[in-house]
């Protein structure tokens, strides 16, 4: 996607063998990249999320596990290797998924040759996963045109504009390229549909105000920041056309577990009969659980990210305030589960279903 | 209400005749008391949002009011200060009314008594808004004893707690004393029922992570403030016993208009059963609107309050940063209206009644 004009990837290697990627601890503010020359480097990256985003971790974590290889590429390397680069992130499901499927695959080889399979393997898993996140926005977009033809072909509207309200960051920030939420906005607006974005600032890390924000002001389409208090006022007053979210996790039954506050946004979606979607690879389908609510571990973060924020002060330095009480308590679970009853449907790299389990199953055919 | 350990009106005049206020643009970080010697003062008091909420508005408008009227007593300075002080919040209906009230009762008297029956009269309403604050505590706390019989004797909890969601500020810094929200709070408290108490940040201005929280804390009454998207996690999850809100305007049918967000918090409450009560003086009822949605107007502020936040540095002191991409646009509608079928009753000084035209009614006797 584009930022100042030019195309980016987040993540690409070099021919000198050097990972490249865009630095997310300082963005919107600043645009850097950041070199990764070793494991090491790799490991503190994923740790201080340089990089984020279950995808991007993954293709992270797969080349660290290269660069790893090509210093000692010994057996006993291989397994130690594995089992730092995982604990960067313990509980990123997908950096244990990409590290897992390059060692299965060198372990079985000479030592002379894991390295540069490994480096096959890890460009493997970003291209796919820059195909995967093309596919779901093409899917998406076929969501989205339908949309339009209601609202103006039906409905006779005449401003030809579409509302989309979006939550946290499922953007091309932290996949590859593209997105998953955010990609069906990219094909639309790249096919000239007039989309406006409304961007929940997706307290308390704010994802949305600074990395949703970025991406779109960046790719040249409108939206406006609005304070995560304000959808359900929003799709009262007819502003809103659809709702596209991402998802963590996926149960058999179509509950979706995403960013805390997703739940709320599908609620006042329901109330009001706007269409709600989750955008999401089939990976983050999970088959062994039918229902998500009270199953679904919540990860409970610090009280810091509620108690301070972090931003541009007025001499264009970072700083990071206090906004509640010295010594007050605050509580932060991190997602939310959002029942299938109130999502309209899914959109996969593989299809577009129902929220329930004959029809998931059904997009494999 | 206590700040540290002491006890605290938002206001009060000296018998040198100086109003004396708790100045609250700089909680929760410093305990400040402002002294105000003339209209101007208040003026600039109430302008500048040293006092807020409408009760405490209508009060220091008041005796700003009869500090005009001081230094000259004439019919001509009567209208002058009247539109003068009307002037520093155009739309708080409190202050409009409380000026008016004691430009009714002046007007017609003699010049040399002027002064002595304003203050009389600004007094009598500051007596009168603390009476009301009290009564409206004192109805909301036979609402969670309710509650609280519900959870432990009929269905048999064993932790005798019960779990109070509220939304912004709507305590007693917004009033002169006990607050309308918080108030019935702070009755059970003084009962020693176990309470706690779910802050909701209430972004953008953060009421409730700075001044409901201070509020909380400075009493004594165990808290935690969350992000405004947890709430409806924290309901699904059975952590939540009831709601309540504070109302701007109330319509005759009993929709409630209130900070934005309170919608979000009214639908997921809804959706699990538990009872969502707003707490209000019967002077919000707005008889001539029977359904808010659509029809009250909802301020919109300015996107400041979205991209920048103020708080306290680590070197202690006070400091704004910026949250959002230079350049970015945001939405900033500042209320919303919750329908009364989401509304489980409401609570005022002439007592509870459901959210219905014929229940309010009655109120009246």
């Given at each position: 996607m584009k930022?100042?004009?030019k195309?980016?990837?987040?993540i690409?290697?070099t021919?000198?063998?050097?990972i ?6 300082v ?6 990249i950041?070199?990764?020359r ?7 990256g994923?740790?201080?999320m ?5 995808p991007?971790?993954g ?14 590429s ?13 604990s960067a992130r313990?509980?990123?499901v997908?950096l244990?998924?990409?590290?897992d499927?390059?060692?299965?695959k ?14 096959k393997?890890?460009?493997?898993i ?9 596919k779901?926005?093409?899917n998406?977009?076929k969501?989205?045109?339908?949309i ?9 509207n ?5 509302n989309?309200l979006?939550h946290?960051?499922?953007?091309w920030?932290a ?16 096919e000239?549909?007039?989309i406006h ?6 307290r ?5 105000a ?6 779109l002001q960046s ?13 359900g006022?929003?799709?009262q007053n ?5 709702v596209i979210?991402g998802?963590?996790r ?18 006042a979606a ?7 979607f989750a955008?999401?690879?089939v ?10 609510v009270n ?8 009280e810091?990210e509620?108690d ?25 679970p991190a ?25 998931l ?5």
């Open positions: 930022i100042n004009g195309d980016w990837k987040t690409w290697i021919d000198d063998l050097e490249k990627v865009i630095d997310q601890t963005l919107p503010h600043e645009f850097k950041k070199t990764m070793n494991i090491k480097d790799v490991y503190f994923i740790k201080n340089i990089v984020r985003g279950a991007l971790i293709v992270t974590g797969g080349y660290g596990f290269a660069l790893g290889i090509k210093e000692d010994s057996d006993k390397n291989l397994i130690k290797c594995s089992n730092y680069l995982k313990p509980t990123a997908n244990s998924w990409a590290i499927r390059i060692y299965n060198v372990a079985r080889i000479e030592k002379s040759e894991r390295f540069s399979f490994a480096i393997e890890a460009k493997a970003e291209l796919e996963d820059i195909e995967m996140c093309s779901i926005g093409d998406g977009l969501v989205i045109k339908d339009f033809k209601k609202k103006y072909f039906e409905k006779k005449k401003i030809k504009n579409i989309i979006t946290c960051n499922a953007g920030l996949t590859v390229d593209w997105g998953t939420a955010l990609a069906p906005i990219y094909k639309a607006h790249r000239n549909l007039n974005v409304w961007v929940d600032e997706t308390p890390r704010n994802q949305g600074s990395l949703t924000a970025y991406e790719e040249g389409i409108p939206y406006s920041v609005i304070v995560d208090n304000a959808g006022y929003l799709m007819n502003l809103v056309d659809m979210v998802s963590d996926t149960t058999s039954n179509g509950d979706v577990c995403n960013k805390i506050g997703t739940y709320l946004k599908a609620l329901y109330e009001n009969n706007i269409p709600f955008a999401l690879p990976s983050t389908i999970d088959w062994s659980l039918e229902n998500g199953t679904i571990p919540i990860e409970e973060r610090s810091e509620i301070f924020l972090r931003g541009l002060n007025n001499k264009g330095k970072m700083e990071t305030i206090r906004i509640t009480p010295i010594g007050s308590k605050s509580y932060n997602f939310d589960v959002t029942p299938s009853k109130f999502i309209t449907g899914l959109i996969t790299e593989k299809g577009i279903c129902k929220a329930n389990k004959e029809s199953k059904s997009l494999y055919g």
